[in-house]
């Protein structure tokens, strides 16, 4: 049996990403800094609109649940409490010949892949980024640029519980960016050293944690399910006892068919009440709960998702090549919620009466949805760049807008045209995004 692929390529989406504006190497002009990469005009709508689902799903949907935005420099004593000052690190050896460094629990081989030279036996290096704060580096103190969102959560469990009311079970959602100092080799955006995360603490009784665990498994499979990912491109993969992170009780990833292979995409962790009484040593507060009847340490749940790792997962999945009229047709069959564009409008001609019509549209649409107007080149090459990007609709405004006050409006998916009064756009529009079908506009 020949090992199950995904269609696309690698190479296809950073291809897509740099040639349309989604992603570029960071600093390129200075040769880049390595696994650092900048978010272009469509990059930063795509990201943002991840962002939004996942925060509508998880906090704005759900009575249970709750935001915060911690900043990333934490007090030092939060990365002693927390284990990662002693533990969180990667065994790496280096080339006596090139200098390169290496993951050593990822090399193939007992030479480096590079050079062929000889390797240094494996020394741990942790990957936390370390700064100061204070105006004179010797005598201010060292921080860390945070390597995950979570102990922020934990050690304000105190006052959201305090400010909110909220009673367990309940959680607290963040997203922001997280820094691990990690040695890579390609794979695009798949491990950065700057990267975002979407994380969830979720709070239960000690004993009611083994089945909120698999409610939140359901949970999250279900958001990327929502999202329109093949369900054949994801599964659940279980830890192995010895590969569990030092606070994790139990954790199973989520795990996309990358084009390089089944690779995490999502950790979701029982971390039991080890954050909680570690900040509750390690700071002399009392972080325990009364729930009216009895004081314990919550347990805690945390699905766990990047931001990066997304953004790949639903470009790879929604990447569609197909040939039309003997040309190769690129498209995105992103999920309407995921655009960075709903609409683009697109006057036939740059002829001042259509762009007139076109620009008014615009301004309308504009105030609802995200649109792009583009006045460049031939219709039929509008149409292909914007299915590229995985526009929804192109509405094109045409010499007859001006006698009939209507527009042709064309469904990315089917490449369906269907001509509608101006004025009714907006309902229109509407409609569709709310589930009817194409052919009912007329
Ligand atoms: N708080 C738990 C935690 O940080 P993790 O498995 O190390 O757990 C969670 O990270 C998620 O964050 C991963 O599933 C992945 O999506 C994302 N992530 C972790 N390291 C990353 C990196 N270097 N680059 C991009 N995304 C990363």
């Known amino acids: 049996m020949t090992e199950q692929q995904n269609p696309t390529t690698m190479e296809q989406i950073i291809s897509l990403c740099r040639r349309r504006g989604f992603i570029f190497q960071s600093s390129e002009i200075y040769g880049g800094l390595g696994s650092c990469w900048d978010y272009g005009p469509l990059g930063i709508e795509f990201k943002n609109n991840i962002k939004k689902a996942w925060w ?40 006596k010949q090139c200098k390169q460094r290496f993951r050593h629990d990822t090399l193939q081989t007992a030479v480096c892949p590079d050079c062929g030279g000889e390797l240094t036996e494996p020394r741990q290096f942790n990957l936390m980024f370390k700064t100061h704060v204070g105006a004179v580096e010797e005598s201010a103190s060292v921080v860390y640029l945070r390597p995950e969102t979570a102990q922020g959560i934990f050690v304000n469990f105190d006052n959201v519980v305090n400010s909110t009311r909220k009673k367990v079970p309940f959680g607290i959602a963040q997203i922001g960016k997280s820094f691990r100092n990690e040695i890579t080799r390609g794979d695009f955006i798949f491990r950065c050293r700057e990267f975002e995360q979407m994380e969830i603490e979720f709070f239960v009784k000690p004993g009611a944690d083994e089945e909120w665990h698999e409610k939140w498994l359901q949970k999250r499979m279900n958001f ?21 992170a030092h606070y994790a009780k139990r954790c199973v990833d989520i795990e996309y068919l990358f084009p390089m292979g089944w690779r995490e995409l999502e950790g979701i962790a029982n971390r039991a009440d080890f954050d909680l009484t570690q900040h509750a040593q390690g700071s002399s507060k009392d972080l325990s709960y009364f729930d009216g009847q009895e004081r314990f340490t919550p347990y805690v749940i945390e699905p766990s998702a990047g931001v990066e790792r997304s953004f790949l997962t639903f470009m790879i999945d929604a990447y569609r090549e197909e040939e039309v009229n003997g040309e190769v047709r690129t498209w995105l069959k992103l999920h309407p919620d995921l655009v960075p564009y709903k609409i683009a409008v697109l006057p036939l001609s740059k002829k001042e009466e259509l762009n007139t019509v076109a620009q008014d549209i615009f301004k309308r649409l504009s105030k609802h949805w995200a649109c792009e107007y583009d006045e460049t080149q031939s219709i039929g090459r509008r149409y292909r760049r914007q299915d590229e990007i995985g526009t929804l609709y192109c509405i094109t405004v045409d010499f ?20 509608i009064p101006i004025d009714k756009l907006e309902n229109v529009i509407l409609n569709k995004l709310n589930g009817e079908v194409f052919s009912t506009f007329e």
């Open 400 to 419: 007859d807008s001006l006698q009939d006050n209507a527009v042709t409006i064309r469904y990315r998916d089917t490449m369906q045209q269907i001509r």
């Open 56 to 95: 509508k799903a998880n906090v704005q949907m759900r009575g249970d649940m709750v935001g915060i935005d911690c900043s990333i420099l934490m007090h030092p004593q939060v990365w002693i409490s927390s284990g990662h000052v002693a533990g969180f690190s990667d065994p790496l050896v280096d080339c």
């Open 224 to 244: 990327y399910l929502d999202l329109g990912v093949n369900p054949a491109h994801l599964h659940f993969r279980e830890h192995e006892k010895a590969e569990l």
